[in-house]
């Protein structure tokens, strides 16, 4: 009721209510602005990336997209200021089991409404409140995960849900101007779609000849090379031959033992033409299928080149042995005796391999696995990698070289026959530069080794990652350019040099060790010292004992004050003619005489 009850009934609505309420024209002010741009999304290409980089200013790319950008153009994406190769931050995003990306210290997932910045001189990629909490409230300048230091500079933000015109994409340069790459490999791609595809020799010549004659010859012998496709037509031979034998014998009612061949069963026959062998390797026994094995047992017994002698805790037995045996010469005491045992550097190795295309800079992991790097370091300082050809590549998957011979067959380790596999789990296949031993089976790391394009997950725990690529990422996208034969081999020569060493940690004097080691010494010998003087063989050289206590030791004390002479080292004793001598006493040595008294 009142006198402005009917002030609202009109038969028409504002311009206000028809924009607010009524779902009309909306101002521009509430408008969004722009699409945001994900943080795992390449700010060139707008797709998910595959191995990240990013700028100083936390743009975000993936390598294999922005170094032809950057060589072509010469600047920034987004910005469009002047950029350089070297400059982009190589990123490690963390996945959880389910494969989303977190932060590794408080394992909250990532999302379009986290704060995420990632540390410069490491390139880990973390949530911004673990970075509050436990590095900048309490002033803790050491990396989360590795502890090297770093400032406050050093933090890159990469996603900042409060600055949301950061990431406008109408913004950036490249869509401004429309900047594109027209690269060989986008034009090659358009030509032949197989051109990216990890495609064999033997299938693109098929792939070629589909519909003709000897396409469908290729397909009845299994496809492969034609070795493969001789080894499938035995195996098929083999397997006529045996029907046709059973076929005869239960005709004749012979047995085996009458004939002169030896008859393989059609079950043989079979697992022979699936693998592509003969009857007689699938019929072999087990005894010989033990490859592995032996292998295994043979890389065991590699002794390790660069070791350090260690003082055991047995004695060398030289006494004894002399005492029992004429034939050795005398021997009057005992010393301990030196094993040489396998030295694991607590240090990173860094090498750089200066190749035809470029140079690759890679740290190697001698901390995780000793073995494998100390052969790495060891081939590398003696020269053995110089001139080496890398002998097969595979684009968007792997470069492989290593072997002298550069047939894939050759190539040995240091101690000259194979070394065991070091498989760690924090060491995986998972990205670009990842550098890995090559073999032929379990246990049979030589001197060849490969160097991933990208991530490769199903030769985990198979091969013995041992480094990575650090720097050089350009001279990775070169090689993996390069064009290729039928057998995988590059027509294009790509060689190393030579091979600089830059940090050897098996070379390096273990400062720390022999600090400790002369510590302990040193507080042993005061150990000692102060246990002969005041309790073993001189209680009186010791403090003065005191009669107080309540226990058993009042009694021994105070013998002790009774009698101090009783037990002194020397002893007064009077000869005949009343002169007193002092008697020396001798302590027990544990030194054997030569018994040439007897």
């Avoid at 047939?407 to 550098?435: A, C, M, Q, Y």
């Avoid at 720390?512 to 042993?524: M, P, S």
Wanted: glycine share 8%; with cysteine; aromatic share 8%.
């Amino acid at each position: 009721m009142g006198k402005k009850q009917h002030s609202k009934d009109r038969m028409f609505i504002t311009s206000t209510e028809w924009a607010t309420e009524w779902g009309g024209a909306k101002s521009k002010e509430l408008r969004t602005p722009f699409k945001r741009l994900p943080f795992n999304c390449c700010a060139l290409t707008f797709t998910p990336f595959d191995d990240p980089v990013c700028t100083p200013e936390g743009h975000v790319f993936d390598v294999m997209h922005i170094i032809p950008y950057i060589q072509k153009h010469g600047k920034n994406p987004v910005t469009g200021t002047p950029f350089a190769v070297k400059d982009l931050i190589k990123l490690q995003f963390h996945k959880n089991s389910e494969g989303e990306y977190h932060c590794p210290v408080l394992e909250k997932v990532f999302t379009e409404f986290t704060h995420i910045v990632a540390v410069k001189t490491t390139g880990n990629v973390f949530c911004y409140e673990a970075i509050k909490e436990l590095n900048l409230k309490p002033k803790n300048w050491k990396e989360l995960l590795t502890d090297e230091p770093f400032t406050r500079d050093d933090l890159i933000t990469i996603q900042n849900p409060n600055a949301l015109d950061a990431k406008v994409l109408s913004d950036f340069d490249h869509v401004k101007k429309d900047l594109k790459i027209d690269d060989e490999e986008l034009i090659k791609m358009k030509e032949d779609p197989s051109y990216h595809m990890n495609l064999s020799g033997d299938i693109m010549r098929m792939l070629k000849e589909i519909g003709t004659e000897k396409a469908k010859e290729i397909a009845l012998n299994g496809g492969g090379g034609g070795k493969a496709q001789n080894e499938m037509a035995a195996a098929l031979a083999a397997i006529h031959a045996t029907k046709s034998a059973k076929t005869k014998k239960s005709e004749s009612g012979t047995s085996d033992k009458t004939s002169g061949t030896q008859v393989f069963s059609i079950v043989d026959a079979a697992s022979a033409s699936v693998y592509g062998r003969s009857a007689a390797a699938a019929k072999a026994a087990s005894h010989e299928k033990t490859a592995a094995r032996v292998a295994a047992h043979i890389a065991g017994e590699c002794a390790p080149v660069n070791a350090k002698m260690v003082k055991s805790r047995f004695t060398s037995g030289a006494a004894s042995r002399s005492f029992t045996s004429t034939s050795y010469d005398p021997v009057t005491k005992n010393d301990f005796e030196y094993v040489k045992v396998e030295k694991n550097p607590k240090k990173k190795g860094y090498v750089q391999l200066h190749t035809t295309h470029g140079d690759l800079n890679i740290e190697l992991h001698c901390d995780i696995t000793p073995r494998t790097c100390e052969n790495f370091i060891t081939l590398c300082e003696r020269g053995y990698y110089n001139g080496v050809a890398f002998h097969r590549n595979i684009r968007n998957f792997m470069i492989q070289g290593g072997d002298p011979t550069g047939t894939g067959r050759g190539g040995e380790s240091i101690w000259g026959k194979p070394f065991k596999d070091e498989f760690n789990s924090k060491l995986l296949h998972s990205e670009r530069g990842i550098v890995s031993m090559a073999n032929s089976g379990p246990h049979t790391n030589g001197s060849q080794f490969f160097i991933l394009y990208k991530s490769a997950k199903h030769l985990n725990f198979k091969h013995t990652v041992f480094g990575r690529v650090v720097g050089a990422l350009s001279s990775l996208s070169a090689m993996d350019k390069v064009p290729v034969d039928d057998d995988d081999r590059p027509l294009e020569e790509i060689k190393i040099i030579r091979v600089t060493v830059f940090v050897n940690p098996y070379n390096e004097p273990d400062e720390e060790e022999e600090k400790n080691t002369q510590k302990k010494e040193e507080e042993l010998a005061d150990d000692e010292s102060e246990r002969v003087g005041s309790w073993y063989s001189n209680p009186n050289l010791g403090a003065a004992p005191s009669a107080t206590g309540t226990g058993v030791g009042k009694y021994l004390k105070a013998r002790t004050a009774e009698h101090p002479l009783e037990n002194s080292p020397s002893e007064e004793q009077k000869d005949e003619n009343g002169f007193s001598k002092r008697r020396k006493l001798t302590s027990s040595g544990a030194e054997f005489k030569d018994f040439s008294a007897w």
